[in-house]
């Protein structure tokens, strides 16, 4: 089986399909634009034989806020229509089925640092999402901390660096983070807040 070519077409030579279903509020074409500016456009838009798109409308519409005149295409021949409409919906539906590695997440936007956890669209509300499912499960969690340590032993855990902050909240004992709890209260912060904060050094 030959596989598809990708040509570099101009962005008026496509026309969105009647059919997309997916939305794209301007907060998410910000976002592809400020990737396609960083990383350039690194996912072809799927067209049909007569130049209609399929896959690839949110890319379209930010690559023309960023300025692109062409972009990369690979056309799906031998579809019909109704499969056509079906891979609209699978395209979308599959990547949402999806789940995050929560502790990971956290620790690569602490190594990437607070201008990319802006630029990847991880607003506060969603922040604070992930990182209360993840205490739930580890920090509050009965078996967070060893059942033998004793108040002391645990008062006597190195410090961890401060710069680390998602990987240290998540590593907290119960009486780490009944202060944790406390210091957020005092600061009247969002956990997310609190660690935000501590991450800028405030």
């Known amino acids: 089986m030959t596989a598809p070519c990708i040509v570099v077409r101009p962005i008026a030579d496509l026309r969105p399909h009647a059919r997309n279903a997916r939305k794209h509020p301007p907060s ?23 130049g209609t798109i399929i896959a690839g409308h949110g890319r379209v519409e930010a690559a023309k806020r960023g300025g692109l005149s062409e972009v990369p295409t690979i056309t799906l021949a031998g579809l019909s229509q109704t499969e056509i409409r079906a891979y609209m919906l699978a395209d979308n539906r599959v990547a949402e089925l999806a789940s995050w590695d929560r502790v990971m997440l956290l620790e ?13 669209q991880f607003d506060m509300s969603s922040l604070d999402e992930i990182v209360h499912e993840e205490l739930d499960s580890r920090v509050i969690d009965a078996n967070a901390a060893p059942q033998d340590e004793s108040e002391n032993e645990q008062e006597s855990r190195p410090e961890k ?5 998602f990987p240290l909240v998540l590593s ?15 600061a009247d912060m969002s956990d997310t807040e609190l660690f935000v904060s501590r991450l800028m050094g405030a």
């Open 161 to 165: 660096p401060e710069r680390n902050v």
């Open 172 to 186: 907290l004992n119960r009486a780490q983070w009944n202060r944790w709890q406390d210091m957020k209260k005092t």
């Open 108 to 120: 690569e936007l602490d190594g990437l640092g607070m201008e990319s956890v802006g630029f990847l």
């Open 28 to 50: 998410q074409i910000s976002a592809l634009a400020e990737s396609i500016k960083r990383f350039g456009f690194n996912s072809p838009v799927l067209l049909d034989g007569r």
